[in-house]
DNA sequence: CTCATTGCAAAATATTTGCATAGTT
DNA sequence: AACTATGCAAATATTTTGCAATGAG
């Protein structure tokens, strides 16, 4: 069952992209125009293929701000984002801002939607949307 | 300013349209296939300038609920159902069923969140994903 | 050698737009 | 007559997929 993985150079290179953006947004096509200028190209379907793959592992996680242009995605280590400890994110719309939430925060709902709907949250995949305080005062 | 708007064939029906669907949702191309199963089509381009149109007056509102398929849309109007107000979506990851939960049953989060934060959610984007009940007993 | 991975281009998908025509006032 | 609305098809834009070629083990 496990996928063998073969190391190429393109995820290599995709690897280091990944922590040299410290944990903000990049669009694929973000990805794509900076190894370009380095005259390593990648095809954006490896791009996507990569970031997929990366997703599933939660190192990786997409993000819709704008639903007329590209998916951001963002890199997830422990600097920008504990995975070890469940949390929802919350998302600013506008600015694209992540905030963590404990998830304790939400646990009087989580009880009420479980009990109410048989539902159990994942944080893993739960983004609350909405406006953060910046852009909230704009 | 104010922008002359003519009475038409197509106007009328879908603003029946939405009386009929009574609050649920609806995809641009619900409405084209129920107009063409009627033999009185609309282009799609008319429905969603129609839409868009009622949006801008508050009437329609529109989700997105899975970036990868269409954006539901939904008639409110008080008269036809007066919970009609603004909800969240629970989606469950595996079958993908969707749930409506009134907005109030996160009322309490949502304060919480916004004098701890200052973020407003916005329900017209969040979707809680986790396991619906069906797919937690398999 | 075997099989995963890549890159390209084509496909798929959703929505928008230009433009000629039809319809409304 | 003036001007809006419509429908079509083409354009956009993002992401996915089929497939032949390449590369890793």
Redesign the pocket.
Known sequence: MA?????????DL?SSYLKETGGKHF???DVCKHFASKSC??????????L?KMIGEGVVSKY?ID?????CFQYLDEKVCDRKHEHFHLKCEKCGELIHLESKALSSVQNKIETQYGFSLDPKRTVLYGLCSACNEK
Chains 1, 2 share one sequence.
């Not at 996928?3 to 995820?11: A, C, D, F, G, I």
């Not at 190209?41 to 990569?50: K, L, S």
Request: charged share 25%; hydrophobic share 30%.
């Open positions: 996928r063998s993985n073969y190391n190429t150079k393109q995820k995709l669009t694929v096509e190209e990648i095809g954006v379907a490896t791009v996507y293929r990569y997929e819709i639903e007329h242009s590209a998916a």
